[in-house]
């Protein structure tokens, strides 16, 4: 099993790469199916597994939702990296006079350990595309209000995270970045602030951007950057030829 992280700053252009990389990568498969494939043949909770198996993608959410599979497989994780969980806790101890809505990237960040969990724990001969890996969640935990004095919480928290194989970096302008979220909406963390507040948080994602990816590739992780102004496509046909190295 080899697990693909994208990583980049908000509007940077990684989702638009995921559907893509996943058809041109051979046996590649998002996070959300790896989960959904499988629960659908060993998850423990019956609606969930039925869900999985055939039901429409509105009754697997639901499902998935309220499953004891995802309950345990939370459980699972945290019992096998409580290192990565002491960097978080602590990081956002850290930080609570700096962050910005704590609690909704915990959320995010035990959400994306109880998919991990159930999508890893029994390898399969497939490639995992995330979008919102461990790598990106540390941008969303470090980027509000980020200053020196986080560099050795990035550094703990990038060493306990579980390692992808890969990460394929999106390098995308700034103002890029600006523009794309204007146009398709900010986030809910920042959809309250102002424009020089939204700009300030996009120089420090990307800070913590280069960080994240300096460290991971330090630690020997494959780090492939790309353009994000680039043409989808053309982007993919580079990490294509350049996982097949």
Known sequence: MRVIELLGVPGSGKSTLVPLLTAAVPDAVELGDAVRSAVARTGSDRLSRLGARVGSDRLWDIAYARSTDRFSG??????????????????????????????????????????????????????????????????????????????????????????????????????????????????QRLSGADEEERRRFLGNCQEVVEQISDLLQNSGTQVIWVSGTTPAPDSVLQISAKLRT
Request: glycine share 8%.
């Open 74 to 187: 939370l459980v699972r994780f945290t019992h096998q990296h409580p290192e990565f969980v002491g960097a978080v806790v602590q990081a956002q101890r850290e930080r609570r006079d700096r962050d910005r809505d704590p609690e909704v990237v915990l959320e995010w960040l035990l959400n994306l350990m109880a998919r991990f969990q159930l999508a890893t724990e029994r390898p399969a001969r497939q490639s995992i595309v995330i979008d919102e890996g461990f790598a990106q969640r540390g941008v969303a935990l470090f980027a509000a209000g980020h200053s020196g004095e986080d560099r050795p919480g990035v550094e703990r928290y990038v060493s306990a995270a579980p390692k992808p194989d890969v990460v394929i970096g999106i390098q995308t302008p700034l103002d890029v970045c600006a523009e794309r979220l204007d146009r398709r909406g900010w986030s």
